[in-house]
């Protein structure tokens, strides 16, 4: 459906071009640069309308076009008639794509073909372009239905309804209601018993899967039924009670001749009860709701993307001198200014939080891009393959989305060309013999996760192992766990494929998907299992303009850790041997790991305390640790670019500016973990610092 | 006038130890003081570090540790002049550190004398020309040299790890 949602916008900026050229026309009718503009316009609508399946459109389009052709080709010269023709046909295009189309507006294309026709001759018969059967085109907009009907000794076992709803609310937006299984007598009523019948209408872009999850461990007992249902299909009332099974056709059709609302008459006549009624009118407002949300009503505003980033620079700014004034108010005990910046504060993270949202765009924008990668990649290595999208709505910030897509490219084409297996294969090891890739974007704690999942062959753990030990990778005593293994496809010049083909393994695969995902301060991790599939997991910020730090401070200086890297914090007495090393080794949790002292590696020259802060990160699925003098806290951190002349520093990301004005450096922990490998004789140099 | 104006250089005198240099006014943005410089660690010593400038993070150069001049303790004068330099097409700001800032004066053009080729404080390559204004020598500086993409590109290549031994003067 995004297709047609991209559609509608070219549509309009197209038949606006039109207009133009054609008013520009009227009054130089021989203008050639403004007849080419408008031919293509034409040609554009017509060419993309049969591609989203509006055949009529593109029908009409074609004599528009026809006509524009003669124009440009001298035989027809325009005039005052022809034009307001034109721009009738423009009007009547515009109607087609944006209104529905009915038997009347095809009557009018109708009519103005003939005119069209009348002007310029057509050469031969027109037929329309190929024809794209309309339902094909996607699952379709549409919501899920689930009915529950927890088991009857579901309250007596202990288990607890909410949660589950809680987990299905949370997959998007829902109605629920709730009825009886079958209505309570008084006599009977058993309080113990769970009578409840939960119908839950979600409007989610999840698979049926990931709502069967939600039910993992009452499956078996509970009656749970999930349908897909298209916004298609009826949102009258009684279509939504008949599907609920409270009344049956015959009847409401009989109620309906009778004209009134249908609600109120179902309910006086006692053949549904008022209640039933009532969830049904709940039901139907969710539906139409969500309706109206597919519709792209609101009109948008396309924006140069460097107004975006100065506006952003300014909240940056803004965010920083309220990070000040609440520091001269904390120290000032004045009770109006303490109001004041908190109201500022207020104001400034709401301003934040929607300067961010607009720069967000859904994911899904991209992926049309990647259909079509798969569809024709999988005609060209003869396999049969099928790509899923999920979550499409899922927000990044528009930097992080435009340099996204070559990593997951890479990634597609991997799974595409290594993961799926041809048909015979998949065949023989007892699968479908179509191969499914998925694609799955959802928020995860603050960060977006992005999974490109196929069901595949999985990766071959000995031939990696095998590859990796002929490359000299790593050495055979390794002993490396079956993970350890597959992570191995993400160390440079690495590649598996018996031999390289046009598609990928040209040794330049995952190191490179690696890199790019860690510049965007991401995380790739992986999951396989040898003849069921791969699994491949980008994690990454939401944006890159600020993101969550942990203020430290060495000496008289401060920096700030990505939070995301952080795992816990711990204290150390401070020994004599921790002044002269700049790495070491020590006890976290029962596993030695190694902890960089950040004073050594940054030659910070004031002395040492008797305590040292050493925070636990992960970087590149290592842990280590990073011993620092004191942390100061958690702070919302902008990032500002460090200089070019600091490019080749190691360790950086960039730097912010702090509450008192002064600049913290951001650390890259990455990138000061790679280069403590690389340094480690030279740091381990005698230190110059004396003893304290 | 406009024959007068060709002739005419304007050029901003300053302190860098005991030498009065002159670097030409239409690369200058500002001169602000002396502030805090947050050092980076693992950069070449004459890199002083970064400072805030409005919300802009902007580096800090001494130029008298890349010109190994003698090194003093930041006074009331030290200021700090901000020129706008290019690096492979990207242009952006660079602070100077000076022990003071004098004044803009205006010189003509023909006062202007070559350097001697000898006994010079600084690098001859990166001396514009020598005037005496006042009774005071000023040696002008061709920021456009020592800023040249060359140098750029060597400063930003050279900041590996520096293996000598932090100076003894304090810039923080």
Redesign the interface.
Known sequence: MDLLNVFLEEAREHLNALEESLLVLEQSPSDASEINTAFRAMHTIKGSAGMVGLDHVSYFTHHVETLFDQVRKGIIRLDHASISLLLDAKDHVESLIFKESSNEMMAISEQLIHRLQDIAPTEHAVTPEAEIPPSQLDEGEGYWRITIAPDENAFVDGFDCMPVLRELQSLGDSALTVGWREQPQQESFDPLKCNLVFLLLLSADVSKDSIHDAFMFVQDDWQIDIDRLSFNESDKLGDILQDIGAIDKAKIEAIQNSKPKLGELLSESGLVSEKTVDQALQQQAFIRKEKEKTTPSQPTIKVPSNKLDRLM?LV??LV?VHSAISQVSLVNDIEALDTASEELGRLTAELRDTTFSVRMLPIGSTFGRFRRLVRDLSRELGKQVQLETYGADTELDKVVLERLGDPLVHILRNSLDHGIEMADVRQAAGKSSQGTIKLEATYESGSVKITVSDDGGGLHADKILAKAIERGVVSAEDNLSVHEIQNLIFEPGFSTAAKVSDVSGRGVGMDVVKTSIEALQGQVTIDSVQGKGTAIAITLPMTLAIIEGLLVRIG???YVIPLNTVQECIEEQTTESMLHQSTRVINCRGDYITCINLRQ?????QDMPKLQQTIICRAQEQQFGLSVDEIVGQRQTVI?????????????L??T?LGD?????ILDINDLYDSCQL?DS?ENMPA?TPPC | MEEASIKKLQVLSFFLDQDCFGAEISAIQEVIEYR?I??????PDF?L????L??????VVDLRLYFSLNVSEPTVNTCIIIIDVK??G?S?A?GLLADSVKEVVELDTSDIKPPPKLGNVIDNKFILGMVEYNKLLIILLSLARIFSDDE?QH???????SET??EESDG?
């Open positions: 620079d940056s700014e920083i008289i200086e401060y590696l940054f030659h910070v020259k500002k670019n460090l200089s070019p002349l600091y490019r080749h520093t190691t360790g950086l960039g730097a500016i004005g002064n600049v913290a450096l340094s030279y110059e | 805090p947050t050092r980076v660690p693992r950069s890199m570090g970064v400072i805030n409005r919300g802009q993070v902007i580096p690096l492979s990207e952006f660079l750029l400063i930003a290549d050279g900041s590996e790890p031994v932090i923080t």
